[in-house]
């Protein structure tokens, strides 16, 4: 039971040529976009995040709560 290295060449580059074909500019540019957004609304919620966890460990310690 052998495989046919030829095959199995012709098999990956037809996924190369399907892959490289589908992606234009306008997938790269929403994917970067994509990406982007991810990273400043994870950034937004760190940040908010540590705020909550400040301003409830303040009250905690100080018996007041500020905001």
Do not use: E, P
């Not at 991810?38 to 018996?63: D, E, H, M, N, Q």
């Amino acid at each position: 039971m052998g495989y046919a290295f030829a095959d199995v060449l012709a098999g990956i580059q037809q996924v190369i040529t399907d892959a490289t074909t589908a992606m234009t500019i306008a997938n790269i540019a929403a994917i970067i976009g994509l990406v982007i957004g991810a990273i400043v609304g994870l950034f937004l919620f760190w940040w908010g995040a540590r705020w909550v966890v400040k301003r409830i460990s303040g009250a905690f310690t100080s018996g007041k709560l500020r905001l």
